[in-house]
């Protein structure tokens, strides 16, 4: 589940959002433009849908900027067409908007989620899962999680239960892969998301660390050093989540490689990720 923010004051759209995405993700609503950007500044947010027309005329300005500030946001607009309208909505592609929703036309609950997911695909999940080619479903899925689900501070029985497996199943099945038990692993989730949000350079690893849940900065930092041997401003300039997810990765064929019985398996690839 990713977090999505909204900027939706029609409560029929932001009824028929929750239709699509039901349990998938969770919507943190905003009630302007403001709150908008402090909700996507200080929260996990990979996709933001608002309407253009909050406020009668679009604010391209504003998304401009929200797109340089946050220049890994997915941002869908959500509109009700009009003929007066066509040539504004050029101009949201030009100003960063990724995806359109056409009130009455794109918004019944399937085609609705399907432009979500496709927007999704673009943020850090599915780049993620571009990784983990030839695994094990469920530890494709126990890494997903643990990445979408970052802030919540999901505990290893939380895991468990969401993949509906025993833990120690669960921690049988991750190991076989190569992979580290549940606690570790979600700590590898948060790092990787916490990547992702330093990538965008205005963010600190103290205000990073508040919003993933870390008992301190301090703890991010160490956290940071134990698992990657690097701070938060190497990972940052060595290439945010794609150097984490390598990290994990590595971390993975070497046990893997240092396993005492060899076993057939498809080979987990070292990612070269476009984030």
Known sequence: MGVIAT????????????????????????????????????????????????????????????????????????VEMSMDRGHALFDAGRAGVDGLVLAGRDDSPRPLLALIEVAESKSLAG???????????MVTDAVLLAVTRAHERL??????????????????????EGFPPPQRLLTW????????????????????????????????????QRYLHATPGQIRSRGGAAFVVRALLRHVNSRVTNATEPRSRSAIRTPTLAI
């Not at 300005?61 to 890994?72: D, N, S, W």
Request: charge should be positive.
């Open 7 to 78: 900027l939706l004051p029609q409560p029929l759209y932001i009824q028929r959002l929750r239709s699509a995405i039901r349990d998938r993700h969770e919507l943190q609503e905003c009630a302007d433009w403001a709150a908008l950007v402090r909700t996507c500044d200080r929260e996990p947010v990979r996709v933001a849908v608002l309407d253009l027309y909050w406020e009668r005329a679009p604010n391209f300005e504003g998304v401009r900027q929200l797109k340089q500030r946050l220049p890994r946001l997915t941002l869908v607009a959500y």
């Open 127 to 137: 780049l993620v899962r571009q990784s983990l080619d030839g695994i094990d479903p």
């Open 189 to 224: 989730g948060r790092l990787i998301v916490a990547g992702h949000m330093l990538e965008d350079r205005h963010r600190s690893a103290d205000r990073i660390a508040s919003t993933l849940e870390f008992p301190s900065g301090s703890a991010f930092r160490n956290s940071c």
């Open 155 to 176: 505990s290893p029985q939380g895991l468990a239960r969401l993949l509906a497996h025993p833990r120690r199943a669960v921690t049988q099945r991750l190991s076989a």
